[in-house]
DNA sequence: TCAACATTGACAGTATACTGACTATCTGTA
DNA sequence: TACAGATAGTCAGTATACTGTCAATGTTGA
């Protein structure tokens, strides 16, 4: 008989949730979540991308991605800049309120972090962030970075 | 500097999703979803639960497993009966063709496994197992079952 | 018995996530 | 240059997932 309750991918379905309901929780007061969260996180890293080169770096679908950006653009995170030399494309820029929100977030993020594994030791953690990586599978931009 | 790309949280989103389009593929042709399996997996394991029930047992929220199984009704494989001795309440209980799916539905699931997994050896899936199950968190209704 | 409280399921509203179609624009080639 | 095909972003539609609210019904205690 097949064993939903211990299958792989329940478990990651509920890990997922619990994951996100404890990030939620804790950067609730910034009226963010989850995913506008990891959105702002590959901003801090690298500003100025276009939705399709955002959505290729950070695994977003394009539609998902485009509604990401309209809500972070109506709390005043992020901004769209008509790009230079492609009238069809928009540079995605944080403002500097989203940019200021870099340290704050983090240690939200840090603090999740702690509670979600608070089961598991270091090791483990990296054992499982090994292995997630693999679960996930190619990201095609990274594994045909020139073609 | 924060990186999300790693994060626990992130990847855990990203093999979900990975593992939700794997079984998307597999269970297409029955016009199914991933979370319309699950609920069905549970059913075959008992039958004739009340929606509260069944949320509880599966951990799916109240009102997500409402449209779940008002789309289930609609493809004919599952059935809201009136509760026998509480008016409010539904029973729910596959129709044959619901049961039928059993068989299927659960290799499906076993291929889908075979090819998320694909890059761990069966030890790791294992030890994957169990740390999702610990970052899952407790089960309020197994967890105190009788009070 | 009856009033206070709890429970069951539905509904409205919001946010992801994805599909498919569409417009505007860009690019490569004849 | 002109056109065919590719690309950027949007929109409509569907399915989860969750919050809050509500009506109907149960349950419990005075």
Redesign the pocket.
Known sequence: MYDVENSIGFLL?KAY?RA??LLREEIEQYEL????FALLAFLWREDGL????L?ETGQ?????L??????LEKTGLVE?RP?P???????IHLTSRGRELEVPLSDCATRTLARLTNGLTETEVSELRRMLTILRGERTVYDFPAC
Chains 1, 2 share one sequence.
């Open positions: 379905s949730q996100w309901a979540t989850p995913p506008q276009t939705q399709t080169e959505s977003i679908d394009r539609t998902t485009g509604g990401l950006i309209d809500r769209r790009h030399r492609d009238r069809r494309a928009y540079q």
